[in-house]
Each structure stands twice: as C-alpha cells, then as structure tokens.
C-alpha cells in the first residue's frame, strides 16, 4: 500500500510541477502492488490449506486404532450417533477371538497384542474391499458393509476362516468366533439393535465351536520371535 501512496504523490508533485507531464511511476507502483498483494494472498492461502490439512490429519488420526491400523470404536460410534441416512441396507458382522485372557494371563500381553494384528489383517484382507472393519474393544471387532451382496458376504466370511486357520504370522491357532445380521437403517439406533442381534448370533457359534471342542490345542510347544527367541510350554488345554 505504501508503494502505491508513494508512487502516487510522485506523480502528483511531478504533473505539476513539469508543466502537467506525467512520469508512469503510478503505473509502477500499481504493479508492485498487485504483485505484492498476490504475494501475500498465496502465502495466506498456502497457510489456511496447511491448516485445513493438518486439521484433516489429526481428526483422522483420532479414528485410527494404532495396534492394529483399523477404525476404532470413537469413529464407529461418530459414524453411528451422526447417522442420517433413510432405509438404507447394510451387513453388520461381530467378530470375538477366543481364549484371549488365557492367551494373555499364560503368555503375556505382548503376544496377545500380536495374535490381535494378526487376527486384525485376516479381516482386513477379507473385507475391506466390501465395507469398513472397527475395533471396538480388545478383542472385538466390526464390519460395517453399506448394500451388501449377501452372495460376496458368505464368500469373505469364508475368506475370513481361511485366513485365520492358514496365517502363519504367529504359531498359536487362535479362532475366532462371529456373527452377522442384515438390516435397514433409518435411526442410530437400528445399527445398535442390529450389533445386539449380531452379538447373539456369534455367541450362539461360540457355543457351537465349545460343544464340539473344535480347535483345542494341547501339549505343543511354539517358539515365538519378538526381540529374542522366546520359548513357550503350551502344555494346557484351552477351551472355548
């Protein structure tokens, strides 16, 4: 601004001055300005969009389960409090581990943090191309899907199995026990009478799975890598 107030006065004193000559200093001057002022609004639009993005970051990160890189319990219960839809269809899957207190009263937290992610990325490669996964507590997860194909549904729960009984990141066969329900959703609380009827469903095939002692482990031993080699006595049975 100044460089315009200056140009300006210079112009003045010399049109009168030089007999009503003008000198183009203004001309001058109002270039400067603008490229100054051009100057100063990028610099001002380079600041908000840092803004922007770093609030963008931090409301992300705040939805984010560190241990195991999926959606945690705030960002399912923000998606469902502020839900808004009308009649919309959607798949909703629980999912609970088996044995985790065993897991972790017999061989520490840090293994049963690992058999976490493990059990994590079996879901994460078997559903995130159909819906979004949250971990809702220790060891309890959810898939959300929005119009599902049922068909593609059956197919990444068997996906699922798959992954948990072939993965070979961790040497304890953990299972894992889940059940899903179909519903329409036109409030919040349809998600949450959902999950309930999903809960039942699940404890209902953890039943199941006890009754049959289906996958009981006995008298093995396993050799766990963390830092060190470290060597484990499963000598206990653990079931369901």
């Known amino acids: 601004m100044c460089f315009l107030i200056i140009g300006a006065l210079i112009e003045i004193v010399h049109f009168f001055i030089n007999s009503y000559e003008t000198t183009g200093v203004i001309v001058y001057a109002f270039l400067i300005f603008f490229v100054l002022l051009g ?24 939805f984010i389960d560190f241990q195991t890189q999926v959606l945690n319990r705030t960002a399912y219960y923000n998606f469902v409090e502020n839900y808004k839809g009308s009649r919309e269809h959607y798949c909703i899957i629980l999912f609970d581990m088996n044995n985790l207190k065993q897991i972790n009263d017999s061989y520490g937290h840090l293994y049963g943090d690992r058999i976490i992610k493990t059990f994590s990325d079996c879901a994460m490669d078997a559903f995130r191309k159909y819906g979004k996964i949250y971990r809702i507590g220790g060891d309890e997860f959810i898939t959300l899907i929005k119009d599902p194909d049922m068909s593609l549904v059956n197919k990444a729960c068997r996906k699922f199995e798959e992954n948990v009984f072939n993965q070979k990141k961790v040497q304890y066969q953990f299972t894992v026990a889940y059940g899903f329900n179909e519903f329409t959703a036109d409030k919040p609380d349809d998600f949450y009478f959902a999950q309930k009827e999903a809960d039942t469903k699940m404890y209902a095939m953890k039943a199941d799975m006890k009754e049959s002692n289906e996958f009981v482990f006995v008298n093995r031993q396993v050799k766990i890598i963390q830092d060190d080699i470290v060597t484990i006595d499963f000598s206990n049975s653990f079931k369901l």
């Open 39 to 62: 100057i100063n609004v990028y610099r001002s639009s380079v600041k908000k969009m840092n803004r922007i993005a770093e609030s963008e970051t931090y409301r992300k990160l705040a």
